[in-house]
């Protein structure tokens, strides 16, 4: 089990010439925890994770990590964190095994130990088969599983992921968040950005939502969505006739016009969806259909920020103001 190492991240503040990126963050990510950073494209996510992991200064405020400040104790913070940025930072011309020996040797673990460790981590993220090929041929999720390997070979208290599975398919991205729960479960910190917000949901023990510079919402996945709206009853009608009458009776409904849809704020208890229905029946409305709609990340995201689910693509690079 690893020791884990908190983050405090405190007043951070970073602006790139007339744009201010960051604009006096706090943020907490206990010991032991996943915390998922989310916002819009140009949000600071890049940003944030990039000074609090030492590749770049902010230009106020502090950030510490398992009690070392990454200003004044870098090399002592650089000893316990592992960085995974958005670009794959592995050599394609070196085989799987030699990348991951590489790196035990920049971490001065020893040629015997250095090479136990990439074999124990070649055989943890199900590179067995491809080890001593060069890396030019390995799939993209076999080159992001090598590199978060590579992020592994010193054993680090907390890991940094910015954007982890993008641009994974499905089947990749599902073993890399088993692996990311794994390390959870192991107790490393981790602190991850995604634009998958079915992925913060999944993984992370607590949620940060971060826009123009500043965090705006944090808390779990579930407290989160309680502040959006309660469970919604959604009517769709066959005809703008019946939706026109449905929207008289029910003047507390929130239309949708364009989808000839009421959206009916509940309780999740099957009375209330009953007698709403009886309702219409009674003044001989007809309904075409009948969903119940529960909060996600997605309405949480939207209400918060003002934008949808953030874009896939345009992914964005350290340095820059994900």
Same mark, same amino acid.
């Given at each position: 089990?690893?020791?884990?190492?908190?983050?405090? +991240?405190?007043?951070?503040?970073?602006?790139?010439?007339?744009?201010?990126?960051?604009?006096?963050?706090?943020? #907490?990510?206990? %010991?032991?925890?996943?915390?998922?950073?989310?916002?819009?494209?140009?949000?600071?996510?890049?940003?944030?994770?990039?000074?609090?992991?030492?590749?770049?200064?902010?230009?106020?405020?502090?950030?510490?990590?398992?009690?070392?400040?990454?200003?004044?104790?870098?090399?002592?913070?650089?000893?316990?964190?592992?960085?995974?940025?958005?670009?794959?930072?592995?050599?394609?011309?070196?085989?799987?095994?030699?990348?991951?020996?590489?790196?035990?040797?920049?971490?001065?673990?020893?040629?015997?130990?250095?090479?136990?460790?990439?074999?124990?981590? +070649?055989?943890?993220?199900?590179?067995?088969?491809?080890?001593?090929?060069?890396?030019?041929?390995?799939?993209?999720?076999?080159?992001?599983?090598?590199?978060?390997?590579?992020?592994?070979?010193?054993?680090?208290?907390?890991?940094?992921?910015?954007?982890?599975?993008?641009?994974?398919?499905?089947?990749?991205?599902?073993?890399?968040?088993?692996? +990311?729960?794994?390390?959870? %479960?192991?107790? *490393?910190?981790?602190?991850?950005?995604?634009?998958?917000?079915?992925?913060?949901?999944?993984?992370?023990?607590?949620?940060?939502?971060?826009? #123009?510079?500043?965090?705006?919402?944090?808390?779990?996945?579930?407290?989160?969505?309680?502040?959006? #709206?309660?469970?919604? *009853?959604?009517?769709?009608?066959?005809?703008?006739?019946?939706?026109?009458?449905?929207?008289?009776?029910?003047?507390?409904?929130?239309?949708?016009?364009?989808?000839?849809?009421?959206?009916?704020?509940?309780?999740?208890?099957? %009375?209330?969806?009953?007698?709403?229905?009886?309702?219409?029946?009674?003044?001989?409305?007809?309904? %075409?259909?009948?969903?119940? #709609?529960?909060?996600?990340?997605?309405?949480?995201?939207?209400?918060?920020?003002?934008?949808?689910?953030?874009?896939?693509?345009?992914?964005?690079?350290?340095?820059?103001?994900?």
């Amino acid at each position: 089990m690893t020791t884990a190492a908190d983050i405090e +991240i405190s007043a951070l503040t970073k602006t790139y010439g007339e744009h201010r990126v960051l604009d006096g963050i706090d943020l #907490h990510v206990p %010991a032991g925890s996943v915390t998922a950073l989310l916002g819009p494209n140009g949000s600071g996510k890049t940003t944030t994770v990039g000074i609090a992991s030492t590749l770049f200064p902010a230009d106020s405020g502090t950030v510490t990590i398992g009690g070392y400040d990454t200003v004044a104790r870098a090399r002592e913070v650089r000893a316990i964190i592992g960085v995974t940025g958005q670009s794959v930072a592995v050599d394609e011309l070196f085989s799987g095994r030699d990348n991951l020996v590489l790196m035990a040797d920049l971490r001065r673990l020893g040629r015997r130990g250095g090479r136990a460790r990439a074999q124990e981590l +070649i055989e943890q993220f199900d590179l067995v088969d491809a080890a001593d090929r060069p890396v030019s041929t390995y799939s993209g999720g076999m080159r992001r599983r090598l590199d978060l390997a590579m992020t592994l070979v010193s054993i680090p208290r907390v890991i940094f992921l910015d954007e982890p599975t993008t641009g994974l398919d499905p089947r990749s991205r599902r073993m890399l968040w088993d692996t +990311i729960s794994r390390l959870a %479960a192991d107790g *490393v910190t981790i602190f991850l950005t995604t634009q998958y917000l079915e992925e913060a949901d999944r993984l992370a023990d607590r949620i940060a939502v971060l826009d #123009h510079g500043q965090i705006v919402a944090e808390g779990t996945a579930a407290e989160l969505k309680s502040r959006v #709206h309660d469970s919604e *009853v959604r009517l769709t009608f066959p005809d703008r006739d019946s939706f026109d009458a449905a929207a008289s009776l029910l003047p507390d409904a929130r239309p949708v016009p364009e989808a000839r849809r009421l959206d009916i704020a509940t309780d999740d208890t099957v %009375a209330t969806v009953r007698n709403t229905l009886n309702r219409l029946d009674a003044a001989g409305i007809r309904v %075409a259909d009948v969903g119940v #709609h529960a909060p996600t990340l997605d309405d949480v995201f939207f209400a918060l920020t003002g934008n949808p689910s953030p874009a896939i693509t345009d992914p964005d690079e350290f340095g820059g103001t994900s």
